[in-house]
């Protein structure tokens, strides 16, 4: 099924969409705005994966977070696969050493073809997950960014990743709902797809939206100065207008023990099942 939208492009951007026309596979500039858009969101697109370290972000039984078993496996490899299946062709891991090695031994015996994984090191004394994005091979062109401490399922990655292309921010934060007090999480203030304000743990602020730990940036994140992406960066951007929102009523799970993440794997499970259930509903009727 397709769904008209309107956009507002350059003239120098529709000339050069227009150079793709040949009047046989692609006949006219929907098709040709079609055709790039595709290209793009299947193509070999860039994950970073911000580890951190130190003890705080362990569970209460002692796993390294990203290194936390879920579903047969670990986290950081659960969610490796998932952006492979969402045309995701490279994983860029930063942590200080010491978590590193962990990934890399959790990662050890898992077979994930076709994804091209790195790892670079974070310096012991790092202030903030601002200096992680500064380190060389992080930020090369447009990447996703997430926190090592989140869980991805069922969600729509591809849309997310055409809502950054097309609005033309800085960066884009996966926007979810909240049916809770926020304290701990990253409040934001939206009109429309702008993000007007970001408040990180505000422990105060009741709100229905707040930011999952996930977003696509674009290079020119690395001109705003300080230390924290929570902190200083994601504040100044929305006083500039160049943060913009992506809503979804699909959780990225951000845990922080190993009951939460017990109850993740419980729900996931579920939904599982019952896609199953319906699919093969569906087969028997048809």
């Known amino acids: 099924m397709k769904e008209k939208i309107s956009i507002t492009l350059d003239e120098s951007v529709i000339e050069g969409i227009k150079t793709i026309i040949d009047g046989i596979y692609i006949r006219n500039t929907s098709q040709a705005v079609e055709?790039?858009?595709?290209?793009t969101l299947?193509?070999?697109?860039?994950?970073?994966?911000?580890?951190?370290?130190?003890?705080?972000?362990?569970?209460?039984?002692?796993?390294?977070?990203?290194?936390?078993?879920?579903?047969g496996t670990t986290v950081i490899a659960h969610n490796i696969r998932f952006l492979k299946s969402n045309g995701f062709r490279e994983v860029v891991i930063v942590a200080q050493k010491e978590?590193?090695?962990?990934?890399?031994q959790a990662l050890k015996n898992e077979k994930i073809l076709g994804m091209e994984i790195k790892f670079v090191e974070n310096?012991?004394?790092?202030?903030?997950?601002?200096v992680s994005m500064r380190l060389p091979e992080i930020i090369t062109g447009t990447t996703l960014v997430a926190f090592g401490d989140v869980i991805f399922f069922n969600n729509n990655i591809q849309n997310f990743w055409k809502t950054h292309l097309l609005y033309k921010g800085t960066a884009t934060l996966y926007?979810?709902?909240?049916?809770?007090k926020s304290g701990n999480a990253g409040v934001v203030s939206m009109e429309g797809n702008q993000i007007t304000s970001f408040v990180q743990k505000s422990?105060?602020?009741?709100?229905?939206?707040?930011?999952?730990?996930?977003?696509?940036?674009?290079?020119?994140?690395?001109?705003?100065?300080?230390?924290?992406?929570?902190?200083?960066?994601?504040?100044?951007?929305?006083?500039?207008?160049?943060?913009?929102?992506?809503?979804?009523?699909?959780?990225?799970?951000?845990?922080?023990?190993?009951?939460?993440?017990?109850?993740?794997e419980i729900q996931l499970k579920k939904d599982l099942r019952e896609s199953n259930n319906l699919k093969n509903v569906k087969s028997k009727t048809n």
């Open 35 to 39: 055709y790039l858009l595709k290209k």
């Open 42 to 71: 299947s193509g070999n697109n860039k994950a970073v994966f911000l580890c951190g370290g130190g003890t705080f972000k362990r569970t209460e039984d002692g796993y390294f977070r990203p290194c936390t078993p879920f579903m």
């Open 99 to 104: 978590n590193l090695d962990e990934i890399k």
């Open 123 to 130: 310096a012991e004394n790092s202030q903030g997950s601002m």
């Open 175 to 180: 926007i979810q709902s909240f049916v809770k």
């Open 203 to 264: 422990g105060k602020i009741f709100s229905l939206i707040h930011f999952s730990a996930v977003f696509i940036a674009e290079p020119s994140i690395l001109d705003y100065e300080g230390h924290s992406l929570e902190y200083d960066i994601f504040p100044q951007m929305a006083k500039k207008r160049q943060l913009i929102g992506y809503l979804s009523e699909n959780p990225i799970e951000h845990f922080h023990s190993h009951k939460e993440i017990k109850e993740t």
